[in-house]
């Protein structure tokens, strides 16, 4: 055991009374004669949410919860046994009934652990956000519900949530290694509602990240998140219906991301490929996007909602190229499924709690920024949509076709961003469409922190970027006539 642990290891070894002893008994009753690998992911995190709604409070919830998982692999086998208990019985049991899933009835020696060498902290928040008392955050969603009430009468309805989460994880893996994190996260989201004649319309805008309290407050950032809330809202008052027909799409930068995100970025996580379940399998070394296209995966930008001191298996956080001028370099791997294909852990290995095995998940994805200038890429455009934020969507990751629906938008009509419009939904193929990007702006924005990643019922924060991009002929779904 190294000499020095870090908080997050402390913490565990203290709150639950274990010791490295224990921890490596308890990793030697995992193995077998047949088993490949072997962790242990303990969990404790505090989590806390208030939201107000026409000016009273709706809700205020705080909840602990806090468990342990034990995995055992043998080759393609991964047998998974958790328990919300952490005892010393308990994690034995775990650790016998993930063996035996395996049908490994053997039991392997117990393995010396060592703490983990020193590595940057991502995120060193010194106050968490759940010492900041319930009143000054009703106080501060007081404010921003005057604020966005200010921007226009026409505004009649406003909600306001924040809701943070503190977690403390440690991973102790056959390997010998025990590795812990603490992990902040936060999030402000601001929805308002305007109406107009019978006319109703919704804005929504937040961001957050593994930031400080005071990161809302700071330059008044709470009352931006109001004010473009309330701004989308009486835009889409005056919105007109989307035209349908294939043309050129322009896409803002920032939150469109998200169109990469789920559109390709599901398509280059490592297991889908081992499956040959994606459009991208065996495509590495292959031109699959335009030459204008690089496309990263980042868990190592401080402060991001999507970014991580270590994943969810132990394995220190990665920037991935994924796309490098259009050529397929890589794939998203977490360890099961980097050793089955013969590639190297990237650091993506994520889960949404204790009670879920890992897999191979997205951290902060973007496209890297061009030469162009956003308005010379508008003016390049006779005839298109230029959107700027999106809503819904669903994607096919074996094909990689896509549905998004824009909720902010408008029409480029001779080189001009002209008239909003609704109702647009951006209809195609994720490798299709990034061999018809044939503009990419100097301006990449990340998304303000709000993004969350579902996959195989589990969900993760995530962020995601995009500089202005143009893509040609796209289907476009409308609401005109």
Same mark, same amino acid.
């Given at each position: 055991?190294?000499?020095e642990?870090?908080?997050?290891?402390?913490?565990?070894?203290?709150?639950?009374?274990?010791?490295?002893?224990?921890?490596?008994?308890?990793?030697?009753?995992?193995? #077998?004669?047949?088993? !490949?690998?072997a962790?242990?992911?303990?969990?404790?995190?505090?989590?806390?949410?208030?939201?107000?709604e026409?000016?009273?409070?709706?809700?205020?919830?705080?909840?602990?919860?806090?468990?342990?998982?034990?995995?055992?692999?043998?080759?393609?086998?991964?047998?998974?046994?958790?328990?919300?208990?952490?005892?010393?019985?308990?994690?034995?049991?775990?650790?016998?009934?993930? +063996?035996?899933?395996?049908?490994?009835?053997?039991? #392997?020696?117990?393995?010396?652990v060592?703490?983990?060498?020193?590595?940057?902290?991502?995120?060193?928040?010194?106050?968490?956000?759940?010492?900041?008392?319930?009143?000054?955050?009703?106080? %501060?969603?007081?404010?921003?519900?005057?604020?966005?009430? +200010?921007?226009?009468?026409?505004?009649?309805?406003?909600?306001?949530?924040?809701?943070?989460?503190?977690?403390?994880?440690?991973?102790? $893996?056959?390997?010998?290694?025990?590795?812990?994190?603490?992990?902040?996260?936060?999030?402000?989201?601001?929805?308002?509602?305007?109406?107009?004649?019978? $006319?109703?319309?919704?804005g929504?805008?937040?961001?957050?990240?593994?930031?400080?309290?005071?990161?809302?407050?700071?330059?008044r950032?709470?009352?931006?998140?109001?004010?473009e809330?309330?701004?989308?809202?009486?835009?889409?008052?005056?919105?007109?219906?989307?035209?349908?027909?294939?043309m050129?799409?322009?896409?803002?930068?920032?939150?469109?991301?998200?169109?990469?995100?789920?559109?390709?970025g599901?398509?280059?996580?490592?297991?889908?490929?081992?499956?040959?379940?994606s459009?991208?399998?065996?495509?590495?070394?292959?031109?699959?996007?335009?030459? %204008?296209?690089?496309?990263?995966?980042?868990?190592?930008?401080?402060?991001?909602?999507?970014?991580?001191?270590?994943?969810?298996?132990?394995?220190?956080?990665?920037?991935?190229?994924?796309?490098?001028?259009?050529?397929?370099?890589?794939?998203?791997?977490?360890?099961?499924?980097?050793?089955?294909?013969?590639?190297?852990?990237?650091? $993506? #290995?994520?889960?949404?709690?204790?009670?879920?095995?890992?897999?191979?998940?997205?951290?902060?994805?973007?496209?890297?920024?061009?030469?162009?200038?956003?308005?010379?890429?508008?003016?390049?455009?006779? $005839?298109?949509?230029?959107?700027?934020?999106?809503?819904?969507?669903?994607?096919?990751?074996?094909? #990689?076709?896509?549905?998004?629906?824009?909720?902010?938008?408008?029409?480029?009509? !001779?080189?001009?961003?002209?008239?909003?419009?609704?109702?647009?939904?951006?209809?195609?193929?994720?490798? !299709?469409?990034?061999?018809?990007?044939?503009?990419?702006?100097?301006?990449?924005?990340?998304?303000?922190?709000?993004?969350?990643?579902?996959?195989?019922?589990?969900?993760?924060?995530?962020?995601?970027?995009?500089?202005?991009?143009?893509?040609?002929?796209?289907?476009?779904?409308?609401?005109?006539?």
């Amino acid at each position: 055991m190294a000499k020095e642990l870090t908080k997050a290891e402390e913490f565990f070894l203290r709150k639950f009374n274990l010791n490295t002893i224990q921890l490596e008994q308890t990793i030697g009753k995992a193995l #077998g004669k047949q088993i !490949d690998y072997a962790d242990l992911y303990f969990e404790y995190r505090t989590n806390e949410s208030v939201s107000l709604e026409e000016g009273m409070v709706k809700k205020a919830a705080k909840s602990i919860g806090q468990g342990v998982g034990v995995r055992a692999v043998a080759d393609e086998k991964t047998g998974y046994a958790y328990s919300d208990e952490i005892t010393l019985k308990n994690l034995e049991s775990a650790a016998q009934t993930a +063996r035996y899933i395996t049908t490994d009835r053997s039991i #392997g020696k117990p393995v010396p652990v060592h703490g983990d060498v020193a590595r940057p902290d991502l995120y060193p928040v010194r106050t968490p956000v759940s010492d900041i008392s319930v009143q000054e955050k009703i106080d %501060l969603l007081h404010q921003i519900d005057s604020v966005a009430r +200010r921007y226009d009468p026409r505004i009649k309805k406003v909600m306001a949530s924040f809701a943070s989460e503190h977690k403390a994880v440690l991973v102790v $893996n056959s390997e010998g290694r025990i590795v812990g994190d603490i992990q902040p996260l936060s999030r402000l989201n601001v929805t308002c509602i305007a109406e107009e004649n019978g $006319n109703r319309q919704v804005g929504s805008h937040g961001g957050g990240g593994r930031v400080e309290y005071s990161f809302f407050l700071e330059n008044r950032l709470f009352e931006t998140y109001a004010k473009e809330a309330a701004r989308q809202a009486i835009l889409n008052l005056s919105a007109v219906e989307a035209p349908a027909g294939m043309m050129d799409v322009v896409l803002g930068p920032g939150w469109p991301g998200i169109l990469l995100h789920e559109a390709i970025g599901h398509g280059l996580e490592g297991d889908f490929n081992r499956k040959r379940t994606s459009a991208f399998t065996d495509l590495i070394g292959k031109q699959v996007a335009s030459e %204008l296209c690089t496309i990263v995966d980042d868990g190592t930008i401080p402060g991001r909602r999507g970014s991580l001191n270590i994943d969810d298996e132990g394995t220190p956080t990665h920037r991935t190229v994924l796309i490098e001028k259009g050529i397929l370099r890589g794939y998203l791997q977490d360890r099961l499924n980097a050793k089955l294909m013969g590639m190297t852990p990237t650091g $993506n #290995g994520r889960r949404e709690s204790f009670m879920h095995i890992p897999m191979p998940r997205m951290t902060n994805t973007f496209m890297l920024a061009g030469e162009s200038r956003p308005d010379e890429i508008i003016r390049s455009v006779k $005839n298109g949509l230029y959107a700027v934020s999106f809503g819904g969507g669903q994607v096919d990751i074996t094909s #990689g076709k896509f549905v998004f629906s824009a909720s902010e938008a408008y029409r480029i009509e !001779d080189g001009k961003v002209t008239a909003p419009v609704k109702g647009a939904t951006l209809i195609g193929n994720g490798p !299709d469409v990034l061999k018809r990007v044939t503009m990419v702006g100097n301006d990449l924005q990340l998304d303000a922190g709000v993004g969350t990643c579902g996959k195989d019922g589990q969900s993760v924060p995530v962020g995601v970027g995009l500089p202005t991009l143009r893509i040609n002929g796209m289907t476009v779904g409308g609401t005109a006539g």
